[in-house]
T-cell receptor, first 114, second 111 residues
C-alpha cells in the first residue's frame, strides 16, 4: 500500500532563517506531488505541484520554492523565512494526470516563524 | 480562476443531521470531493462524486450535486461527537492536475 511521510512534524524558526520540509511517498511510481499551506482563516492554499522529477509548477508568488530531486521526494524550501510563512504545511500525492485525481495527504508540518 | 466557497461554521446536536454546503466555479471538474480534517492532522478523503451523478450515498454520508447551480452538499446522518472536524469541499483545477479547496467548514457536535 502507498504511504506518505513528511517531516519535521513541528518547527519553530526565527525570521530570516532557512527552511527545508521533506516529503516522501512509498508504494507508487511517478506520483503527482503537492505542497499545500493551511493558514488560519485562509483554508487550504495550493503552493506547488509536480508531475515529474524536476518539473515544478508554482501556483502563487511567494517566499518559498520546491524541488523534486527524486521521483518520490518533494522538498519545500526557503532561503529566508518571513513571519507570514507560519502555517500548517501539507504534502500530498496522487496518481496519474488529468481529471479524477484523488489526493492523499501527509500528516502535516507545523511551522511557526518567530 | 477556480474558486470554492463554503460556510465557515456549523453547530449541531448529537443525533441530528448535519448538512455542509459548498459552491464551486469550474463546471469542467470531473469529480468533486469532500475531505475531513481532525485537529492537528492532515486531510483524509471522505468521499467524492462523479460530476454526472446527482447523488451518492455511503453509510451515514450523502453527497448531493446540483451541477446546474454548481452546488455540492454533504449530509451526515445521526451526527456523532467524533464527527467534529473541519470539512473541505474541493474541485479540480482546469488543468486537472490539482485540487482547489474551500476554506473549510468547522463542524461542532454537542452532546
Amino acid at each position: 500500500s502507498q504511504t506518505i511521510h513528511q517531516w519535521p512534524a513541528t518547527l519553530v524558526q526565527p525570521v530570516g532563517s532557512p527552511l527545508s520540509l521533506e516529503c516522501t511517498v512509498e508504494g507508487t511510481s511517478n506520483p503527482n506531488l503537492y505542497w499545500y499551506r493551511q493558514a488560519a482563516g485562509r483554508g487550504l492554499q495550493l503552493l506547488f505541484y509536480s508531475v515529474g522529477i524536476g518539473q515544478i509548477s508554482s501556483e502563487v508568488p511567494q517566499n518559498l520554492s520546491a524541488s523534486r530531486p527524486q521521483d518520490r521526494q518533494f522538498i519545500l524550501s526557503s532561503k529566508k523565512l518571513l513571519l507570514s510563512d507560519s502555517g500548517f504545511y501539507l504534502c500530498a500525492w496522487s496518481v496519474g494526470a488529468g481529471s479524477g485525481n484523488t489526493i492523499y495527504f501527509g500528516e502535516g508540518s507545523w511551522l511557526t516563524v518567530v | 480562476g477556480e474558486d470554492v466557497e463554503q460556510s465557515l461554521f456549523l453547530s449541531v446536536r448529537e443525533g441530528d443531521s448535519s448538512v455542509i454546503n459548498c459552491t464551486y466555479t469550474d463546471s469542467s471538474s470531473t469529480y468533486l470531493y469532500w475531505y475531513k480534517q481532525e485537529p492537528g492532522a492532515g486531510l483524509q478523503l471522505l468521499t467524492y462524486i462523479f460530476s454526472n451523478m446527482d447523488m451518492k450515498q455511503d453509510q451515514r454520508l450523502t453527497v448531493l450535486l446540483n451541477k446546474k447551480d454548481k452546488h455540492l452538499s454533504l449530509r451526515i446522518a445521526d451526527t456523532q461527537t467524533g464527527d467534529s472536524a473541519i470539512y473541505f469541499c474541493a474541485e479540480e483545477n482546469q488543468a486537472g492536475t490539482a485540487l482547489i479547496f474551500g476554506k473549510g467548514t468547522t463542524l461542532s457536535v454537542s452532546s
